[in-house]
C-alpha cells in the first residue's frame, strides 16, 4: 500500500506542533499510542477510504465486518485527523489518569466496535422507518463517534461544570447533545448518525449496564479473577477515605493539586496495604516467641 505523498500538509504539521507544546512525557502512553496509530495509518491506510468506512450496505449486507476495525482508524484528509486527534489528546490525558491505561485501553476497544454497531442499528432503523434507502448507503469513517463517547465519559466526571461550545456557555450535562446538533448545523458533511452512536454508546457506559458488562467481561478473560477495575485516580483509598466526596471536589482542582491528591492518595495505598497484610517494611521483624507473647497477652484482657 503506497503512503500518501502530500507530507507537507497543515493539518499535520499542527497535530506535530501541538503535540510538542503539550511534551510528549506528558502524554500517557496508551493515548500516545492511538495517536500514532491514527496517525500511521493516515499516511499508510491499510485500506482505501471506500473499503476502510462502515455503512449498513457495505458492512452488513456484504458481510465485510472487518470495516468496524478500520473506519475509526482512518481519516478523510489532514484537517479531520488533526481536529479529531487534538480533541483525543485532551481527553485522553484526562481519561487515562483517571482510569488507568489498561482500562482506558479497554474502553476504547470496546467504545470503536459498539459504536459501529449502534451506528449500523441506527442507520437500518432509519431506513425501515421511512423506507429510504440512502440511510443504508451512507458510509462514515473516522474516530469522532469514539470522541463524543468520551466526551460523555468525561462530563460524567466532572458534573456540575460549563463546558464553551463554539463560545457559547453550556452545562456540561448537554454539552454532548448541543454540540452533536451545532455540528451538524455547521459542518453539513458530517456524520449526524455516527456522532449519535458515540453518545449513546457513552450513556451506555455511565448511565447503563455497559460498564458492568465490561467487568465481568474482563474477569471471566482473566484466569485468576483480577481484572482491571477503572483506577480510581483521584479517589483517596486510604483507611479514612471518603470517595465520594474526593470525586466530587477534584473537578475544580487545577492539575498541580491533582497530582499533589494523587501523590497523597498513593501513599495512602500503600500505607493501608502495609496494614493488610503486606511484607512487614525492612528492619521490623518480630520473632515467633514475641508473636506468641503478644497473643498470650491479648487473652489475658
Not at 14 to 20: K, N, V
Not at 53 to 63: A, G, L
Request: hydrophobic share 40%; charged share 15%.
Amino acid at each position: 500500500m503506497r503512503g500518501r505523498q502530500r507530507f507537507s500538509q497543515m493539518g499535520l504539521l499542527l497535530l506535530a506542533s501541538q503535540l510538542f507544546q503539550v511534551g510528549l512525557e506528558n502524554i500517557p502512553p496508551v493515548t500516545l499510542g492511538v495517536l500514532g496509530i491514527n496517525v500511521y495509518l493516515y499516511l499508510f491506510p491499510a485500506a482505501p477510504l471506500m473499503q476502510a468506512c462502515v455503512s449498513v450496505q457495505q458492512t452488513y449486507w456484504h458481510s465485510d465486518w472487518r470495516r468496524l476495525f478500520l473506519s475509526p482508524l482512518h481519516h478523510v484528509d489532514d484537517w479531520h485527523l488533526y481536529f479529531n486527534m487534538a480533541s483525543f489528546l485532551w481527553k485522553g490525558i484526562q481519561l487515562e489518569r483517571r482510569l488507568g491505561g489498561a482500562w482506558f485501553l479497554y474502553l476504547l476497544s470496546v467504545f470503536s466496535l459498539l459504536i459501529g454497531l449502534v451506528y449500523l442499528a441506527l442507520e437500518a432503523g432509519l431506513t425501515e422507518l421511512t423506507q429510504d434507502s440512502s440511510y443504508s448507503m451512507e458510509c462514515a469513517v473516522g474516530f469522532s463517534g469514539v470522541l463524543f463517547a468520551l466526551k460523555v465519559l468525561n462530563n460524567h466526571y466532572h458534573p456540575g461544570g460549563v463546558t464553551y461550545v463554539m463560545g457559547i456557555p453550556v452545562a456540561n450535562r448537554y454539552a454532548s447533545w448541543v454540540e452533536l446538533v451545532l455540528i451538524h448545523v455547521t459542518s453539513p458533511g458530517t456524520s449526524l448518525i455516527g456522532h449519535l452512536a458515540g453518545i449513546l454508546v457513552g450513556l451506555l457506559y455511565t448511565a447503563g449496564p455497559l460498564k458492568t458488562i465490561m467487568q465481568r467481561g474482563a474477569r471471566f478473560v482473566t484466569s485468576n479473577g483480577y481484572y482491571s477495575r477503572p483506577n480510581n485516580y483521584y479517589h483517596s483509598s486510604g483507611p479514612s477515605g471518603n470517595r465520594e466526596a474526593d470525586q466530587r471536589y477534584t473537578a475544580g482542582l487545577t492539575e498541580e493539586e491533582q497530582y499533589e491528591r494523587a501523590i497523597r492518595n498513593s501513599l495512602n495505598d500503600r500505607g493501608g496495604s502495609s496494614q493488610r497484610g503486606a511484607a512487614a517494611p525492612y528492619g521490623f521483624h518480630v520473632s515467633e516467641e514475641e508473636m506468641r507473647r503478644r497473643r498470650l497477652m491479648r487473652f489475658d484482657r
